[in-house]
T-cell receptor, first 108, second 113 residues
Framework: RKEVEQDPGPFNVPEGATVAFNCTYS??????FFWYRQDCRKEPKLLMS???SGNEDGRFTAQLNRASQYISLLIRDSKLSDSATYLC?????????FGTGTRLQVFP | NAGVTQTPKFQVLKTGQSMTLQCAQD?????MYWYRQDPGMGLRLIYY???????DKGEVPNGYNVSRLNKREFSLRLESAAPSQTSVYFC????????????FGSGTRLTVV
């Protein structure tokens, strides 16, 4: 079983839609969680951290469910510029562990 | 601009050739990492350096060596390139081992023919 698993997608949604991505992780002792964004042929960039109580950054909301060991990312009012691959990331003992990513394509 | 600088951006090698990928960061970060990214495989850790003077193997170290030259620089060497090493290589750094906010370089696209 992979340490971090994501649905690869692609998710094809119209502008203005709400879309949600889920991710599961295997190590119940993991303490830190993140979402990264990667544009085509570019490097990954930190989108937001994920806190136990849930957190929001503009149109983006991240949630953590420790009991079920899953993390979610909700994007409201999708923009064309949101088209990218979203990587679920979990902190391991001394390094970050990246999921393979979920691809989002927003169309006009 | 502060960040992580990787060179070269593109490289084509013949099987059996050697090369070194360079990485430098100017953020005074302690930890540095080398990843490779292949379609459908995500980012896989090759080697990392938690601090100056230390290096450790990651998930896929075979065929690679690394050198943490100083706090700023962390190089990745392919001694005898193989077609299986065709990939995009990313260097990253962080202020603490496994900590928040990895900063990635823009990547090196390597093709081995």
């Amino acid at each position: 079983r992979k340490e971090v698993e994501q649905d690869p997608g692609p998710f094809n949604v119209p502008e203005g839609a709400t879309v949600a991505f889920n991710c599961t992780y295997s190590n119940s002792a993991s303490q830190s969680f993140f979402w990264y964004r990667q544009d085509c042929r570019k490097e990954p960039k930190l989108l937001m951290s994920v806190y136990s109580s849930g957190n929001e950054d503009g149109r983006f909301t991240a949630q953590l469910n420790r009991a079920s060991q899953y993390i979610s990312l909700l994007i409201r009012d999708s923009k064309l510029s949101d088209s990218a691959t979203y990587l679920c990331v979990v902190r391991g003992t001394d390094k970050l562990i990246f999921g393979t990513g979920t691809r989002l394509q927003v169309f006009p | 601009n502060a960040g992580v600088t990787q060179t070269p951006k593109f490289q084509v090698l013949k099987t059996g050739q050697s090369m070194t990928l360079q990485c430098a960061q100017d953020m005074n970060h302690n930890s540095m990492y080398w990843y490779r990214q292949d379609p459908g495989m995500g980012l896989r850790l090759i080697y990392y350096s938690a601090s100056e003077g230390t290096t450790d193997k990651g998930e896929v170290p075979n065929g690679y060596n690394v050198s943490r030259l100083n706090k700023r620089e962390f190089s990745l060497r392919l001694e005898s390139a193989a077609p299986s090493q065709t990939s995009v290589y990313f260097c990253a750094s962080s202020g603490m081992t496994g900590g928040d906010g990895y900063t990635f370089g823009s990547g090196t696209r390597l093709t081995v023919v």
